[in-house]
């Protein structure tokens, strides 16, 4: 972890192209989880120093264990309200800690809510003892159930501050305020993403979220829970392009927020049609209750993700569906329906 430079050519531009070959030591928390196992691999592979700080709560060591040999990559299992210890260079923060599935961060709601507050407040900290520049995982769900049809950065949301998703959505709330906050009054050098619903490889089966869910379901013949009439609408991301937007802002100078997501927009109905033709499942839709403060809407204006990051999504959910299904039926063991397309 030396944060070393990578040996430049003699072209009398050193420095400029010191900055941009400099290998970084990169401190990604939450590294251990579905989105932050994928970040850390890909910073890896770029030849950085990867430091990944997990609790576990939802993160798998499997997730990592390709990782696991790699000199430039160290694990530590720490919770981000411990107190952390930092010796050495530090250039880089990503802070993925947090339960996203509502099931999961509804089961601790007071941790889940500490988690995006005092333990925000502790990596924010260290971004400013060590002068690294540091991005917030934050979320589509700032915006609550959105009352206009595409949400973009301007909009304020209409959320519940008493209702179940509370300890989430006002958590992250609180969390681009303390962002901003230290931007704005400490000298810290601030990143905020607004993840809308991601998908991809490495979800775990028992996440609880709809795509993990579906797949799973339509694998092992299971019925397909479809909550409410199935009419509400997500827009999903494919995690490669998720990861490739979080890097992009983490480079960029901008210090709003932005929202990172695939604006094509499906309701739950249509998405477990495309499960189960893809699956080729005889599985049955049964209708379970709607959750309480289930937004009954989402849909990413990427415009500004565009504009300043020259950022957009590349893949589309059918082909991202169809590599989340082959990456499910390896890890349950149920033969890879795809491979007969
Ligand atoms: P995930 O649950 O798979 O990963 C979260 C990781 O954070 C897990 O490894 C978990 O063990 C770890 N963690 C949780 N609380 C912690 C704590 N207090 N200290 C240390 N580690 C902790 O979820 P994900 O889908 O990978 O999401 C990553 C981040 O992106 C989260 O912050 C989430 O809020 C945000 N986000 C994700 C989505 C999405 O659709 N995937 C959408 C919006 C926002
Ligand atoms: N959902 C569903 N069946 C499931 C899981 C979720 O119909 O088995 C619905 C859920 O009610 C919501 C949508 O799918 O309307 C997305 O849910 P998810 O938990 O993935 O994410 P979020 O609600 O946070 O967007």
Redesign the pocket.
């Known amino acids: 972890m030396d944060g070393s430079l990578v040996p430049v050519v003699a072209t009398g531009c050193e420095d400029f192209m010191a900055r941009f070959r400099r290998r970084k030591v990169v401190l990604v928390a939450g590294g251990a989880g579905f989105v932050g196992s994928h970040l850390c691999e890909t910073l890896i592979s770029e030849g950085h120093s990867v430091v990944c700080l997990d609790n576990l709560q939802t993160g798998r060591i499997q997730n990592i264990s390709a990782l696991q040999a790699h000199p430039q990559f160290r694990f530590i299992e720490q919770d981000i309200l411990d107190r952390l210890n930092w010796q050495g260079p530090l250039d880089e923060i990503y802070n993925l800690a947090c339960p996203?599935?509502?099931?999961l961060y509804q089961r601790d709601p007071i941790h889940t809510f500490r988690t995006c507050t005092e333990g925000v407040l502790n990596l924010l900290g260290l971004a400013k003892a060590t002068g690294a520049r540091i991005l917030q995982a934050s979320?589509?769900?700032v915006y609550g159930d959105p009352e206009i049809t595409l949400q973009h950065e301007g909009y304020r949301g209409c959320v519940n501050t008493v209702g179940p998703?509370a300890c989430?959505d006002e958590g992250k709330r609180a969390a681009e305020t303390l962002f901003w906050e230290f931007g704005t009054h400490m000298g810290v050098e601030v990143r905020i993403a607004r993840i809308f619903?991601t998908?991809g490889p490495r979800m775990s089966p028992e996440d609880?979220?709809?795509?993990?869910?579906?797949i799973v379901?339509a694998l092992t013949g299971a019925d397909?829970?479809?909550?409410?009439d199935?009419m509400?609408t997500?827009s999903f991301c494919y995690v490669d392009d998720l990861v490739a937007g979080l890097k992009a802002l983490m480079a960029s100078e901008t210090s709003d927020p932005v929202n990172l997501g695939n604006p094509g927009e499906f309701t739950?109905r249509e998405?477990?049609d495309m499960v189960l033709r893809q699956t080729d499942s005889r599985s049955r839709l049964v209708q379970?209750p709607?959750?309480v403060d289930?937004?009954?809407q989402?849909r990413p204006d990427i415009s500004r993700a565009a504009a300043r990051l020259g950022w957009a999504p590349t893949v589309p959910l059918e082909e991202g569906i169809a590599r989340t299904i082959r990456h499910f039926a390896g890890e349950l063991q149920v033969s890879d329906p795809c491979e007969a397309l």
Do not use: H, K, W
């Open positions: 996203a599935s509502p099931p979320t589509s769900e998703r989430y619903n998908y609880g979220r709809v795509v993990s869910n579906f379901q397909i829970t479809i909550y409410g199935g509400q997500r739950m998405l477990a379970c709607l959750p289930d937004p009954r989402r």
